[in-house]
């Protein structure tokens, strides 16, 4: 089964790291990684472009309507994402719980559809 496994932040909390604790994080996170494709369950990781570059569209009355900034409220964006290739969603959970920043932060798992439109 594959699962998305969104890892959230806000410009307050990556703010707050200190050089040290940020490069600490950062080493955590390529642990991280390294240890789900060496496990042969990452199938992918991407890191987003920084919230102010992110654009909302919605359609009103057939006109084109672009905001700026994610579309969640609370100041929380997503920083970057996992899919993941798992037996089972408690092994999606696991994994998810494991991330670095998972003690203080949300990490969002959503089980993926196959091609045909059903879940993995």
């Known amino acids: ?18 050089e040290e604790d940020f490069a600490a ?14 496990s042969g ?8 472009a920084d919230a102010g ?3 909302v569209v919605r359609l009103r009355d057939g006109v084109r309507v672009v905001t700026m900034g994610p579309y969640l ?3 929380e964006h997503p920083g ?7 037996d089972s969603l408690d092994r999606a959970l696991e994994v998810a719980a ?5 003690s203080g932060n949300g990490v969002e798992v959503w089980p993926m559809l196959d ?6």
């Open 41 to 48: 369950e990452l199938v992918s990781a991407e890191g987003l």
């Open 115 to 120: 091609h045909s439109g059903t879940e993995m």
């Open 73 to 75: 409220g609370g100041g």
């Open 98 to 102: 494991r991330y670095p920043t998972a």
């Open 25 to 38: 994080l950062i080493a955590a996170d390529a642990a991280f990684q390294r240890e789900l494709r060496e």
């Open 53 to 55: 570059l992110v654009r």
């Open 80 to 86: 970057s994402y996992f899919v993941v290739d798992c």
């Open 1 to 18: 089964m594959r699962f998305k496994i969104s890892i959230y932040g806000n410009d307050e909390l990556w703010g707050s790291f200190s």
